[in-house]
């Protein structure tokens, strides 16, 4: 059973900056994809940034500069670094996995960007 457990998150102010964790436990694939969306209040879910297992990243244009998300393939873990945080980067952020071709998500964790 893949589980996928999240750290990080909280209140931060603008300009300001967090670092969001994501441990998967239960993964005996080589090769998977990890990587982060976030779901603001009234919105959909979108895609922050996700890495694959070759090492290739995508990152959304809204936090391009300013976001980068990296793994560590030994645990696996991937990591969001969120500097220049702006009140729009406000949201629940859920770390994502594709496992053997299969979708596991975590539990989200809060980021509120607000003076």
């Known amino acids: 059973q893949v589980q996928l457990v999240e750290s990080g998150g909280g209140l931060v102010q603008p300009g300001g900056s967090l670092r969001l964790s994501c441990a998967a436990s239960?993964?005996?694939?080589?090769?998977?994809?990890m990587g982060w969306y976030r779901q603001a209040p009234g919105k959909q879910r979108e895609l922050v940034g996700s890495?694959?297992?070759?090492?290739?990243?995508i990152v959304a244009d809204s936090v391009k500069g300013r976001f980068a998300i990296s793994r560590d393939n030994a645990k696996p873990t991937v990591v969001l670094q969120m500097n220049s945080l702006k009140p729009e980067d406000t949201a629940v952020y859920y770390c994502n996995g594709v496992f053997s071709g299969k979708d596991y998500w975590g539990q989200g964790t809060q980021v509120t960007v607000s003076s």
């Open positions: 890495i694959g297992s070759g090492g290739s990243v």
């Open positions: 239960g993964v005996i694939s080589r090769f998977y994809a």
